[in-house]
């Protein structure tokens, strides 16, 4: 299970980078194709970026649905507490299981559907506009992140009956840096 501790923050960091690298390859390639010094436009032209946009918005569309199991796993996905606070704990806790194997059904279901739906996709000669790529590929992201999704729910759950505890995301804590204590300092 160790693999999977952090294989969200990582597919995520990694399409960000390469979602930002593309698109400051595509921005300064479009500029510099309007320098008509020493011949740069000539050959800058003949580099084709029209795919960059493209690549980005699917590059994002994964993002997002890794984001989302990210955010379960962290406690940074949204939820509505409001009621639950008010609870007395018996009752607190019944609801936040039900609630939590609730969101995994649902995003099993979602992820059930999604798979459905890429193996149909797969079986016709459907691609992308400009990549030109099979656009099951493209649409894996849905049963690929619901399921990842389901999973983080029931870990989630799992781990709130063993220990009482939900995932708590403290804005202020970045990880990796650690506080110095005032007998460092000295």
Do not use: C
């Not at 009752?91 to 739906?117: D, E, Y």
């Not at 759950?157 to 220990?163: A, V």
């Amino acid at each position: 299970m160790k693999i999977l501790d952090h294989l969200e923050e990582w597919l995520i960091a990694f399409l960000m980078a390469a979602a930002t690298l593309i698109t400051f390859v595509a921005v300064t390639h479009r500029y510099a194709t309007g320098i008509t010094l020493f011949g740069i436009q000539d050959a800058l032209i003949q580099f084709n970026t029209s795919w960059a946009q493209e690549l980005t918005i699917f590059m994002f569309v994964w993002m997002a649905k890794f984001g989302a199991a990210y955010g379960v796993r962290t406690g940074i996905h949204v939820g509505v507490d409001l009621l639950l606070t008010k609870l007395n704990t018996p009752w607190r806790n019944k609801m936040v299981v039900f609630g939590m194997l609730a969101g995994a059904t649902f995003t099993a279901i979602i992820g059930t559907l999604g798979a459905l739906f890429v193996y149909e996709l797969s079986h016709t000669s459907s691609v992308s506009e400009v990549l030109e790529l099979p656009m099951w590929i493209v649409y894996m992201a849905v049963p690929l992140g619901s399921y990842l999704m389901s999973f983080r729910f029931l870990q989630v759950t799992w781990n709130f009956i063993k220990t009482g505890d939900l995932p708590k995301h403290d804005h202020g804590h970045v990880e990796g840096i650690e506080e110095e204590t005032q007998g460092e300092k000295a």
